[in-house]
């Protein structure tokens, strides 16, 4: 697709639709929430509300840091870097496109005040990226 109709325009037919895919998943994570009776949507129960529904795709995280405004999360495992490397893509416009728009969109559905955030991008396939969920100032 890259290749067909250019760089720029496939990154951006990727984000769109990984948007609306996060905002549908933040809906679902809202009704889980529900049902598990989690009424505050701070940084920390979204993050693990986050966690939860990306774990599907074979996500894996960890949260780093935490406090009443900010979450950091360790990324360690990721399809989507692990994917773009096997094609010969740059992983990290591949992320920035798809992942983090997901994300945000995931976490805004959840609490419009909060953002979600790219902190540092792997260095290789043995680092991890370090990502946040924070109070938008």
Same mark, same amino acid.
């Given at each position: 697709?890259?290749? $067909?109709? *250019?760089?720029?325009?496939?990154?951006?037919?990727?984000? +769109?639709?990984?948007?609306?895919?996060? %905002? &549908?998943?933040?809906?679902? @994570?809202?009704?889980? %929430?529900?049902?598990?009776?989690?009424?505050?949507?701070?940084?920390?129960?979204?993050?693990?509300? /986050? @966690?939860? %529904?990306? +774990?599907?795709?074979?996500?894996?995280?960890?949260?780093?840091?935490?406090?009443?405004?900010?979450?950091?999360?360790?990324?360690?495992?990721?399809?989507?870097?692990? /994917? /773009?490397?096997?094609?010969?893509?740059? =992983?990290? =416009?591949?992320?920035?496109?798809?992942?983090?728009?997901?994300?945000?969109?995931?976490?805004? $559905?959840?609490? =419009?005040? &909060?953002?979600?955030?790219?902190?540092?991008?792997?260095? *290789?396939?043995?680092?991890?990226? $370090?990502?946040?969920?924070?109070?938008? +100032?």
């Amino acid at each position: 697709m890259v290749k $067909e109709i *250019g760089e720029n325009k496939a990154y951006s037919m990727i984000e +769109k639709t990984c948007q609306n895919m996060g %905002a &549908l998943q933040g809906k679902m @994570s809202k009704s889980q %929430a529900r049902r598990e009776k989690i009424k505050e949507m701070n940084p920390r129960n979204v993050a693990l509300l /986050a @966690s939860d %529904a990306i +774990k599907g795709f074979g996500i894996a995280s960890e949260i780093l840091k935490e406090s009443d405004e900010k979450v950091s999360i360790k990324v360690k495992k990721c399809p989507v870097y692990e /994917a /773009a490397k096997m094609m010969g893509f740059d =992983p990290e =416009p591949l992320c920035r496109s798809s992942s983090l728009p997901f994300m945000d969109s995931l976490v805004k $559905e959840l609490n =419009p005040n &909060l953002q979600y955030g790219l902190e540092k991008f792997r260095t *290789g396939q043995d680092d991890f990226c $370090e990502e946040s969920i924070s109070l938008i +100032k």
